[in-house]
């Protein structure tokens, strides 16, 4: 069957610290693969996403590459501010309609 | 404008009560969906709606009742609320494009707490 695995949090880090966020999947075919982040009291978003292997998604200095040899979709971005402070989700969507989300990670900037 | 909208925003209720969440999406959609997330994130699908159709029926409760009038609106009937039914549900909507996997857009959600 097709899931999502991400990396626990909370994830504390320092302005201008290095993000990483992991993401691994399992799909049974070619799926597409999406980080979605949630803001505090908000609904999620689209941040990026990639439809095949090698693909690389980017938007507002995130980044994450599409690597089907791995099953992964990390999420990276070299220095974070305080305004990412977040919930991020990775997901895939494979047949249908149906996405599979990860369990979500918390993600807290400090000045 | 508000490409996915629902009302309320908050709803506080006593347990054993019946309440509704509407959504309403105006971007054109043909798939709407119901999620809950739990107080730890936890995102899980409940229903999913194709052209009014019912697509998606994850485990959840028949106390638990999706109603779509028509494709731009998903309603979310909750009877005889629980303890355990407090959350925050999320309507969400995407374009049905054959052959492509396609994002879906999500409302500011519904924070539900039974007291």
């Known amino acids: 069957g097709n899931s999502v695995t991400q990396m626990e949090g909370p994830v504390t880090l320092s302005e201008e610290a290095f993000l990483t966020i992991n993401c691994t999947y399992t799909a049974t075919g070619y799926p597409s693969l999406f980080w979605y982040v949630q803001y505090p009291g908000e609904g999620l978003q689209l941040l990026l996403k990639?439809?095949?292997?090698?693909d690389k998604g980017s938007n507002k200095g995130f980044e994450a590459t599409y690597r089907k040899e791995t099953t992964s979709f990390h999420l990276e971005k070299g220095s974070v501010q305080v305004s990412d402070s977040a919930v991020y989700f990775c997901?895939?969507?494979?047949?249908?309609?149906?996405?599979?989300f990860g369990t979500g990670t918390s993600l807290t900037v400090i000045p | 404008d508000t490409a996915v909208s629902q009302t309320p925003k908050y709803l506080v209720t006593q347990m054993g009560n019946d309440k509704s969440i509407k959504c309403e999406q105006n971007l054109g959609h043909d798939t709407m969906y119901w999620y809950k997330q739990d107080s730890k994130k936890f995102l899980k699908i409940m229903f999913s709606y194709n052209n009014k159709e019912l697509i998606i029926n994850e485990t959840v409760p028949n106390r638990f009742s999706p109603k779509s009038p028509d494709k731009a609106h998903l309603n979310l009937h909750i009877n005889s609320l629980e303890l355990g039914d407090s959350a925050v549900y999320f309507c969400?909507?995407?374009?049905?494009?054959?052959?492509?996997?396609?994002?879906?857009?999500f409302g500011p959600g519904t924070r539900l707490t039974v007291l």
């Open positions: 990639a439809t095949k292997a090698d």
């Open positions: 997901a895939l969507i494979q047949t249908g309609n149906q996405f599979y």
């Open positions: 969400a909507s995407s374009q049905d494009i054959a052959g492509s996997y396609n994002e879906q857009f």
